[in-house]
């Protein structure tokens, strides 16, 4: 089945303990695609100014990719965001941050977007992912990702958008803000008690957390990376490939989305072993399965 992601495309700037690495490609649909893209159909929605240096169709060479729904702005700059990591990098200090084109009016959704069964609305302003959704049918299955600044300043919208989901994801941080809860498991039950049907909580080097509105809850480790370089988009390709095995699968249960996390679980084990897309680019679909049976292994008692 076909998957929506709407989401942006970045010009990066990221300072590591590993090296400094400027004005290289980034984006959340950019590290979405990267991960959904070897398992299922991507339409991709996103605007980039006439400043982006990068050939969007040809770096995506090799994966499931549409890009009718990718707008080049004339006039407009591209979205820009400068980060720096340090001790043990499970968070960014954001540096410097140019909304540019995503500051303006968002692509509008071709028509061949609208039937769309699996949509991920990646992190943007709750509003701007209510505009996206009320442009497509019915959905099976919306997903969302948003951050600490929405929860703060849109806070409103975003409970909007809660009632109109089927699962948020999120980090702990983001979980705990969102709900005033400190208990993640008390806070996952608060964030369903708001509409969604699933959360999903990463927990970064500590691997992430499913909670569902049955009271059933999955646990799921990191996977077993002895080097972190950057960390950026892991969250994006966490996303893209648990979306994108959905999508696969055509269905959502439980047992499915167990598998869902591995494999995004795995995909962003990918996306950490090098400086932007690099590594989740050299990923193939044997070095995925590879890495889902050694999760397989490392999670078995």
């Not at 708001?194 to 049955?214: C, Q, S, T």
């Not at 370089?229 to 047992?255: E, H, K, R």
Request: one cysteine or more.
């Amino acid at each position: 089945m076909s998957l929506l992601v709407t989401g942006s495309i970045g010009i990066d700037t990221i300072r590591t303990p590993y090296g400094h690495n400027k004005d290289c490609l980034g984006g959340s649909a950019v590290h979405f695609s990267m991960g959904a893209g070897m398992f299922a159909h991507v339409k991709f929605l996103g605007v980039m100014g006439d400043d982006c240096p990068f050939d969007l169709q040809e770096i995506f060479a090799g994966r499931d990719v549409d890009f009718e729904g990718l707008e080049l702005r004339k006039g407009s700059k591209t979205f820009r965001w400068s980060g720096s990591y340090e001790g043990d990098m499970n968070e960014a200090q954001t540096d410097a941050v140019e909304l540019n084109v995503l500051a303006e009016t968002p692509p509008p959704v071709p028509d061949s977007y609208r039937d769309c069964e699996f949509v991920f609305l990646a992190n943007t302003a709750p509003e701007l992912q209510m505009k996206l959704l009320d442009q497509l049918g019915s959905p099976t299955f919306v997903a969302a990702d948003t951050m600490n600044h929405w929860i703060v300043t849109e806070k409103d919208d975003l409970l909007d958008l809660l009632d109109r989901i089927d699962m948020l994801i999120v980090n702990e941080g983001e979980a705990r803000l969102l709900t005033g809860q400190q208990n993640l498991i008390t806070a996952a039950e608060k964030i369903l008690d708001l509409g969604p049907r699933f959360v999903i909580i990463k927990k970064g080097e500590y691997g992430a957390m499913l909670h569902d509105a049955n009271g059933d809850t999955f646990l799921l480790p990191a996977y077993p990376t002895p080097i972190v370089i950057d960390p950026t988009g892991a969250g994006d390709s966490f996303a893209g490939g648990l979306m994108g095995y959905l999508a696969q699968c055509g269905n959502v249960d439980l047992t499915t989305l167990r598998n869902a996390m591995v494999y995004g679980t795995v995909a962003a084990s990918f996306t950490i072993g090098d400086f932007s897309i690099h590594g989740i680019r050299s990923a193939t679909r044997e070095m995925i399965e590879e890495r889902f049976d050694r999760m397989r292994q490392v999670t078995q008692f």
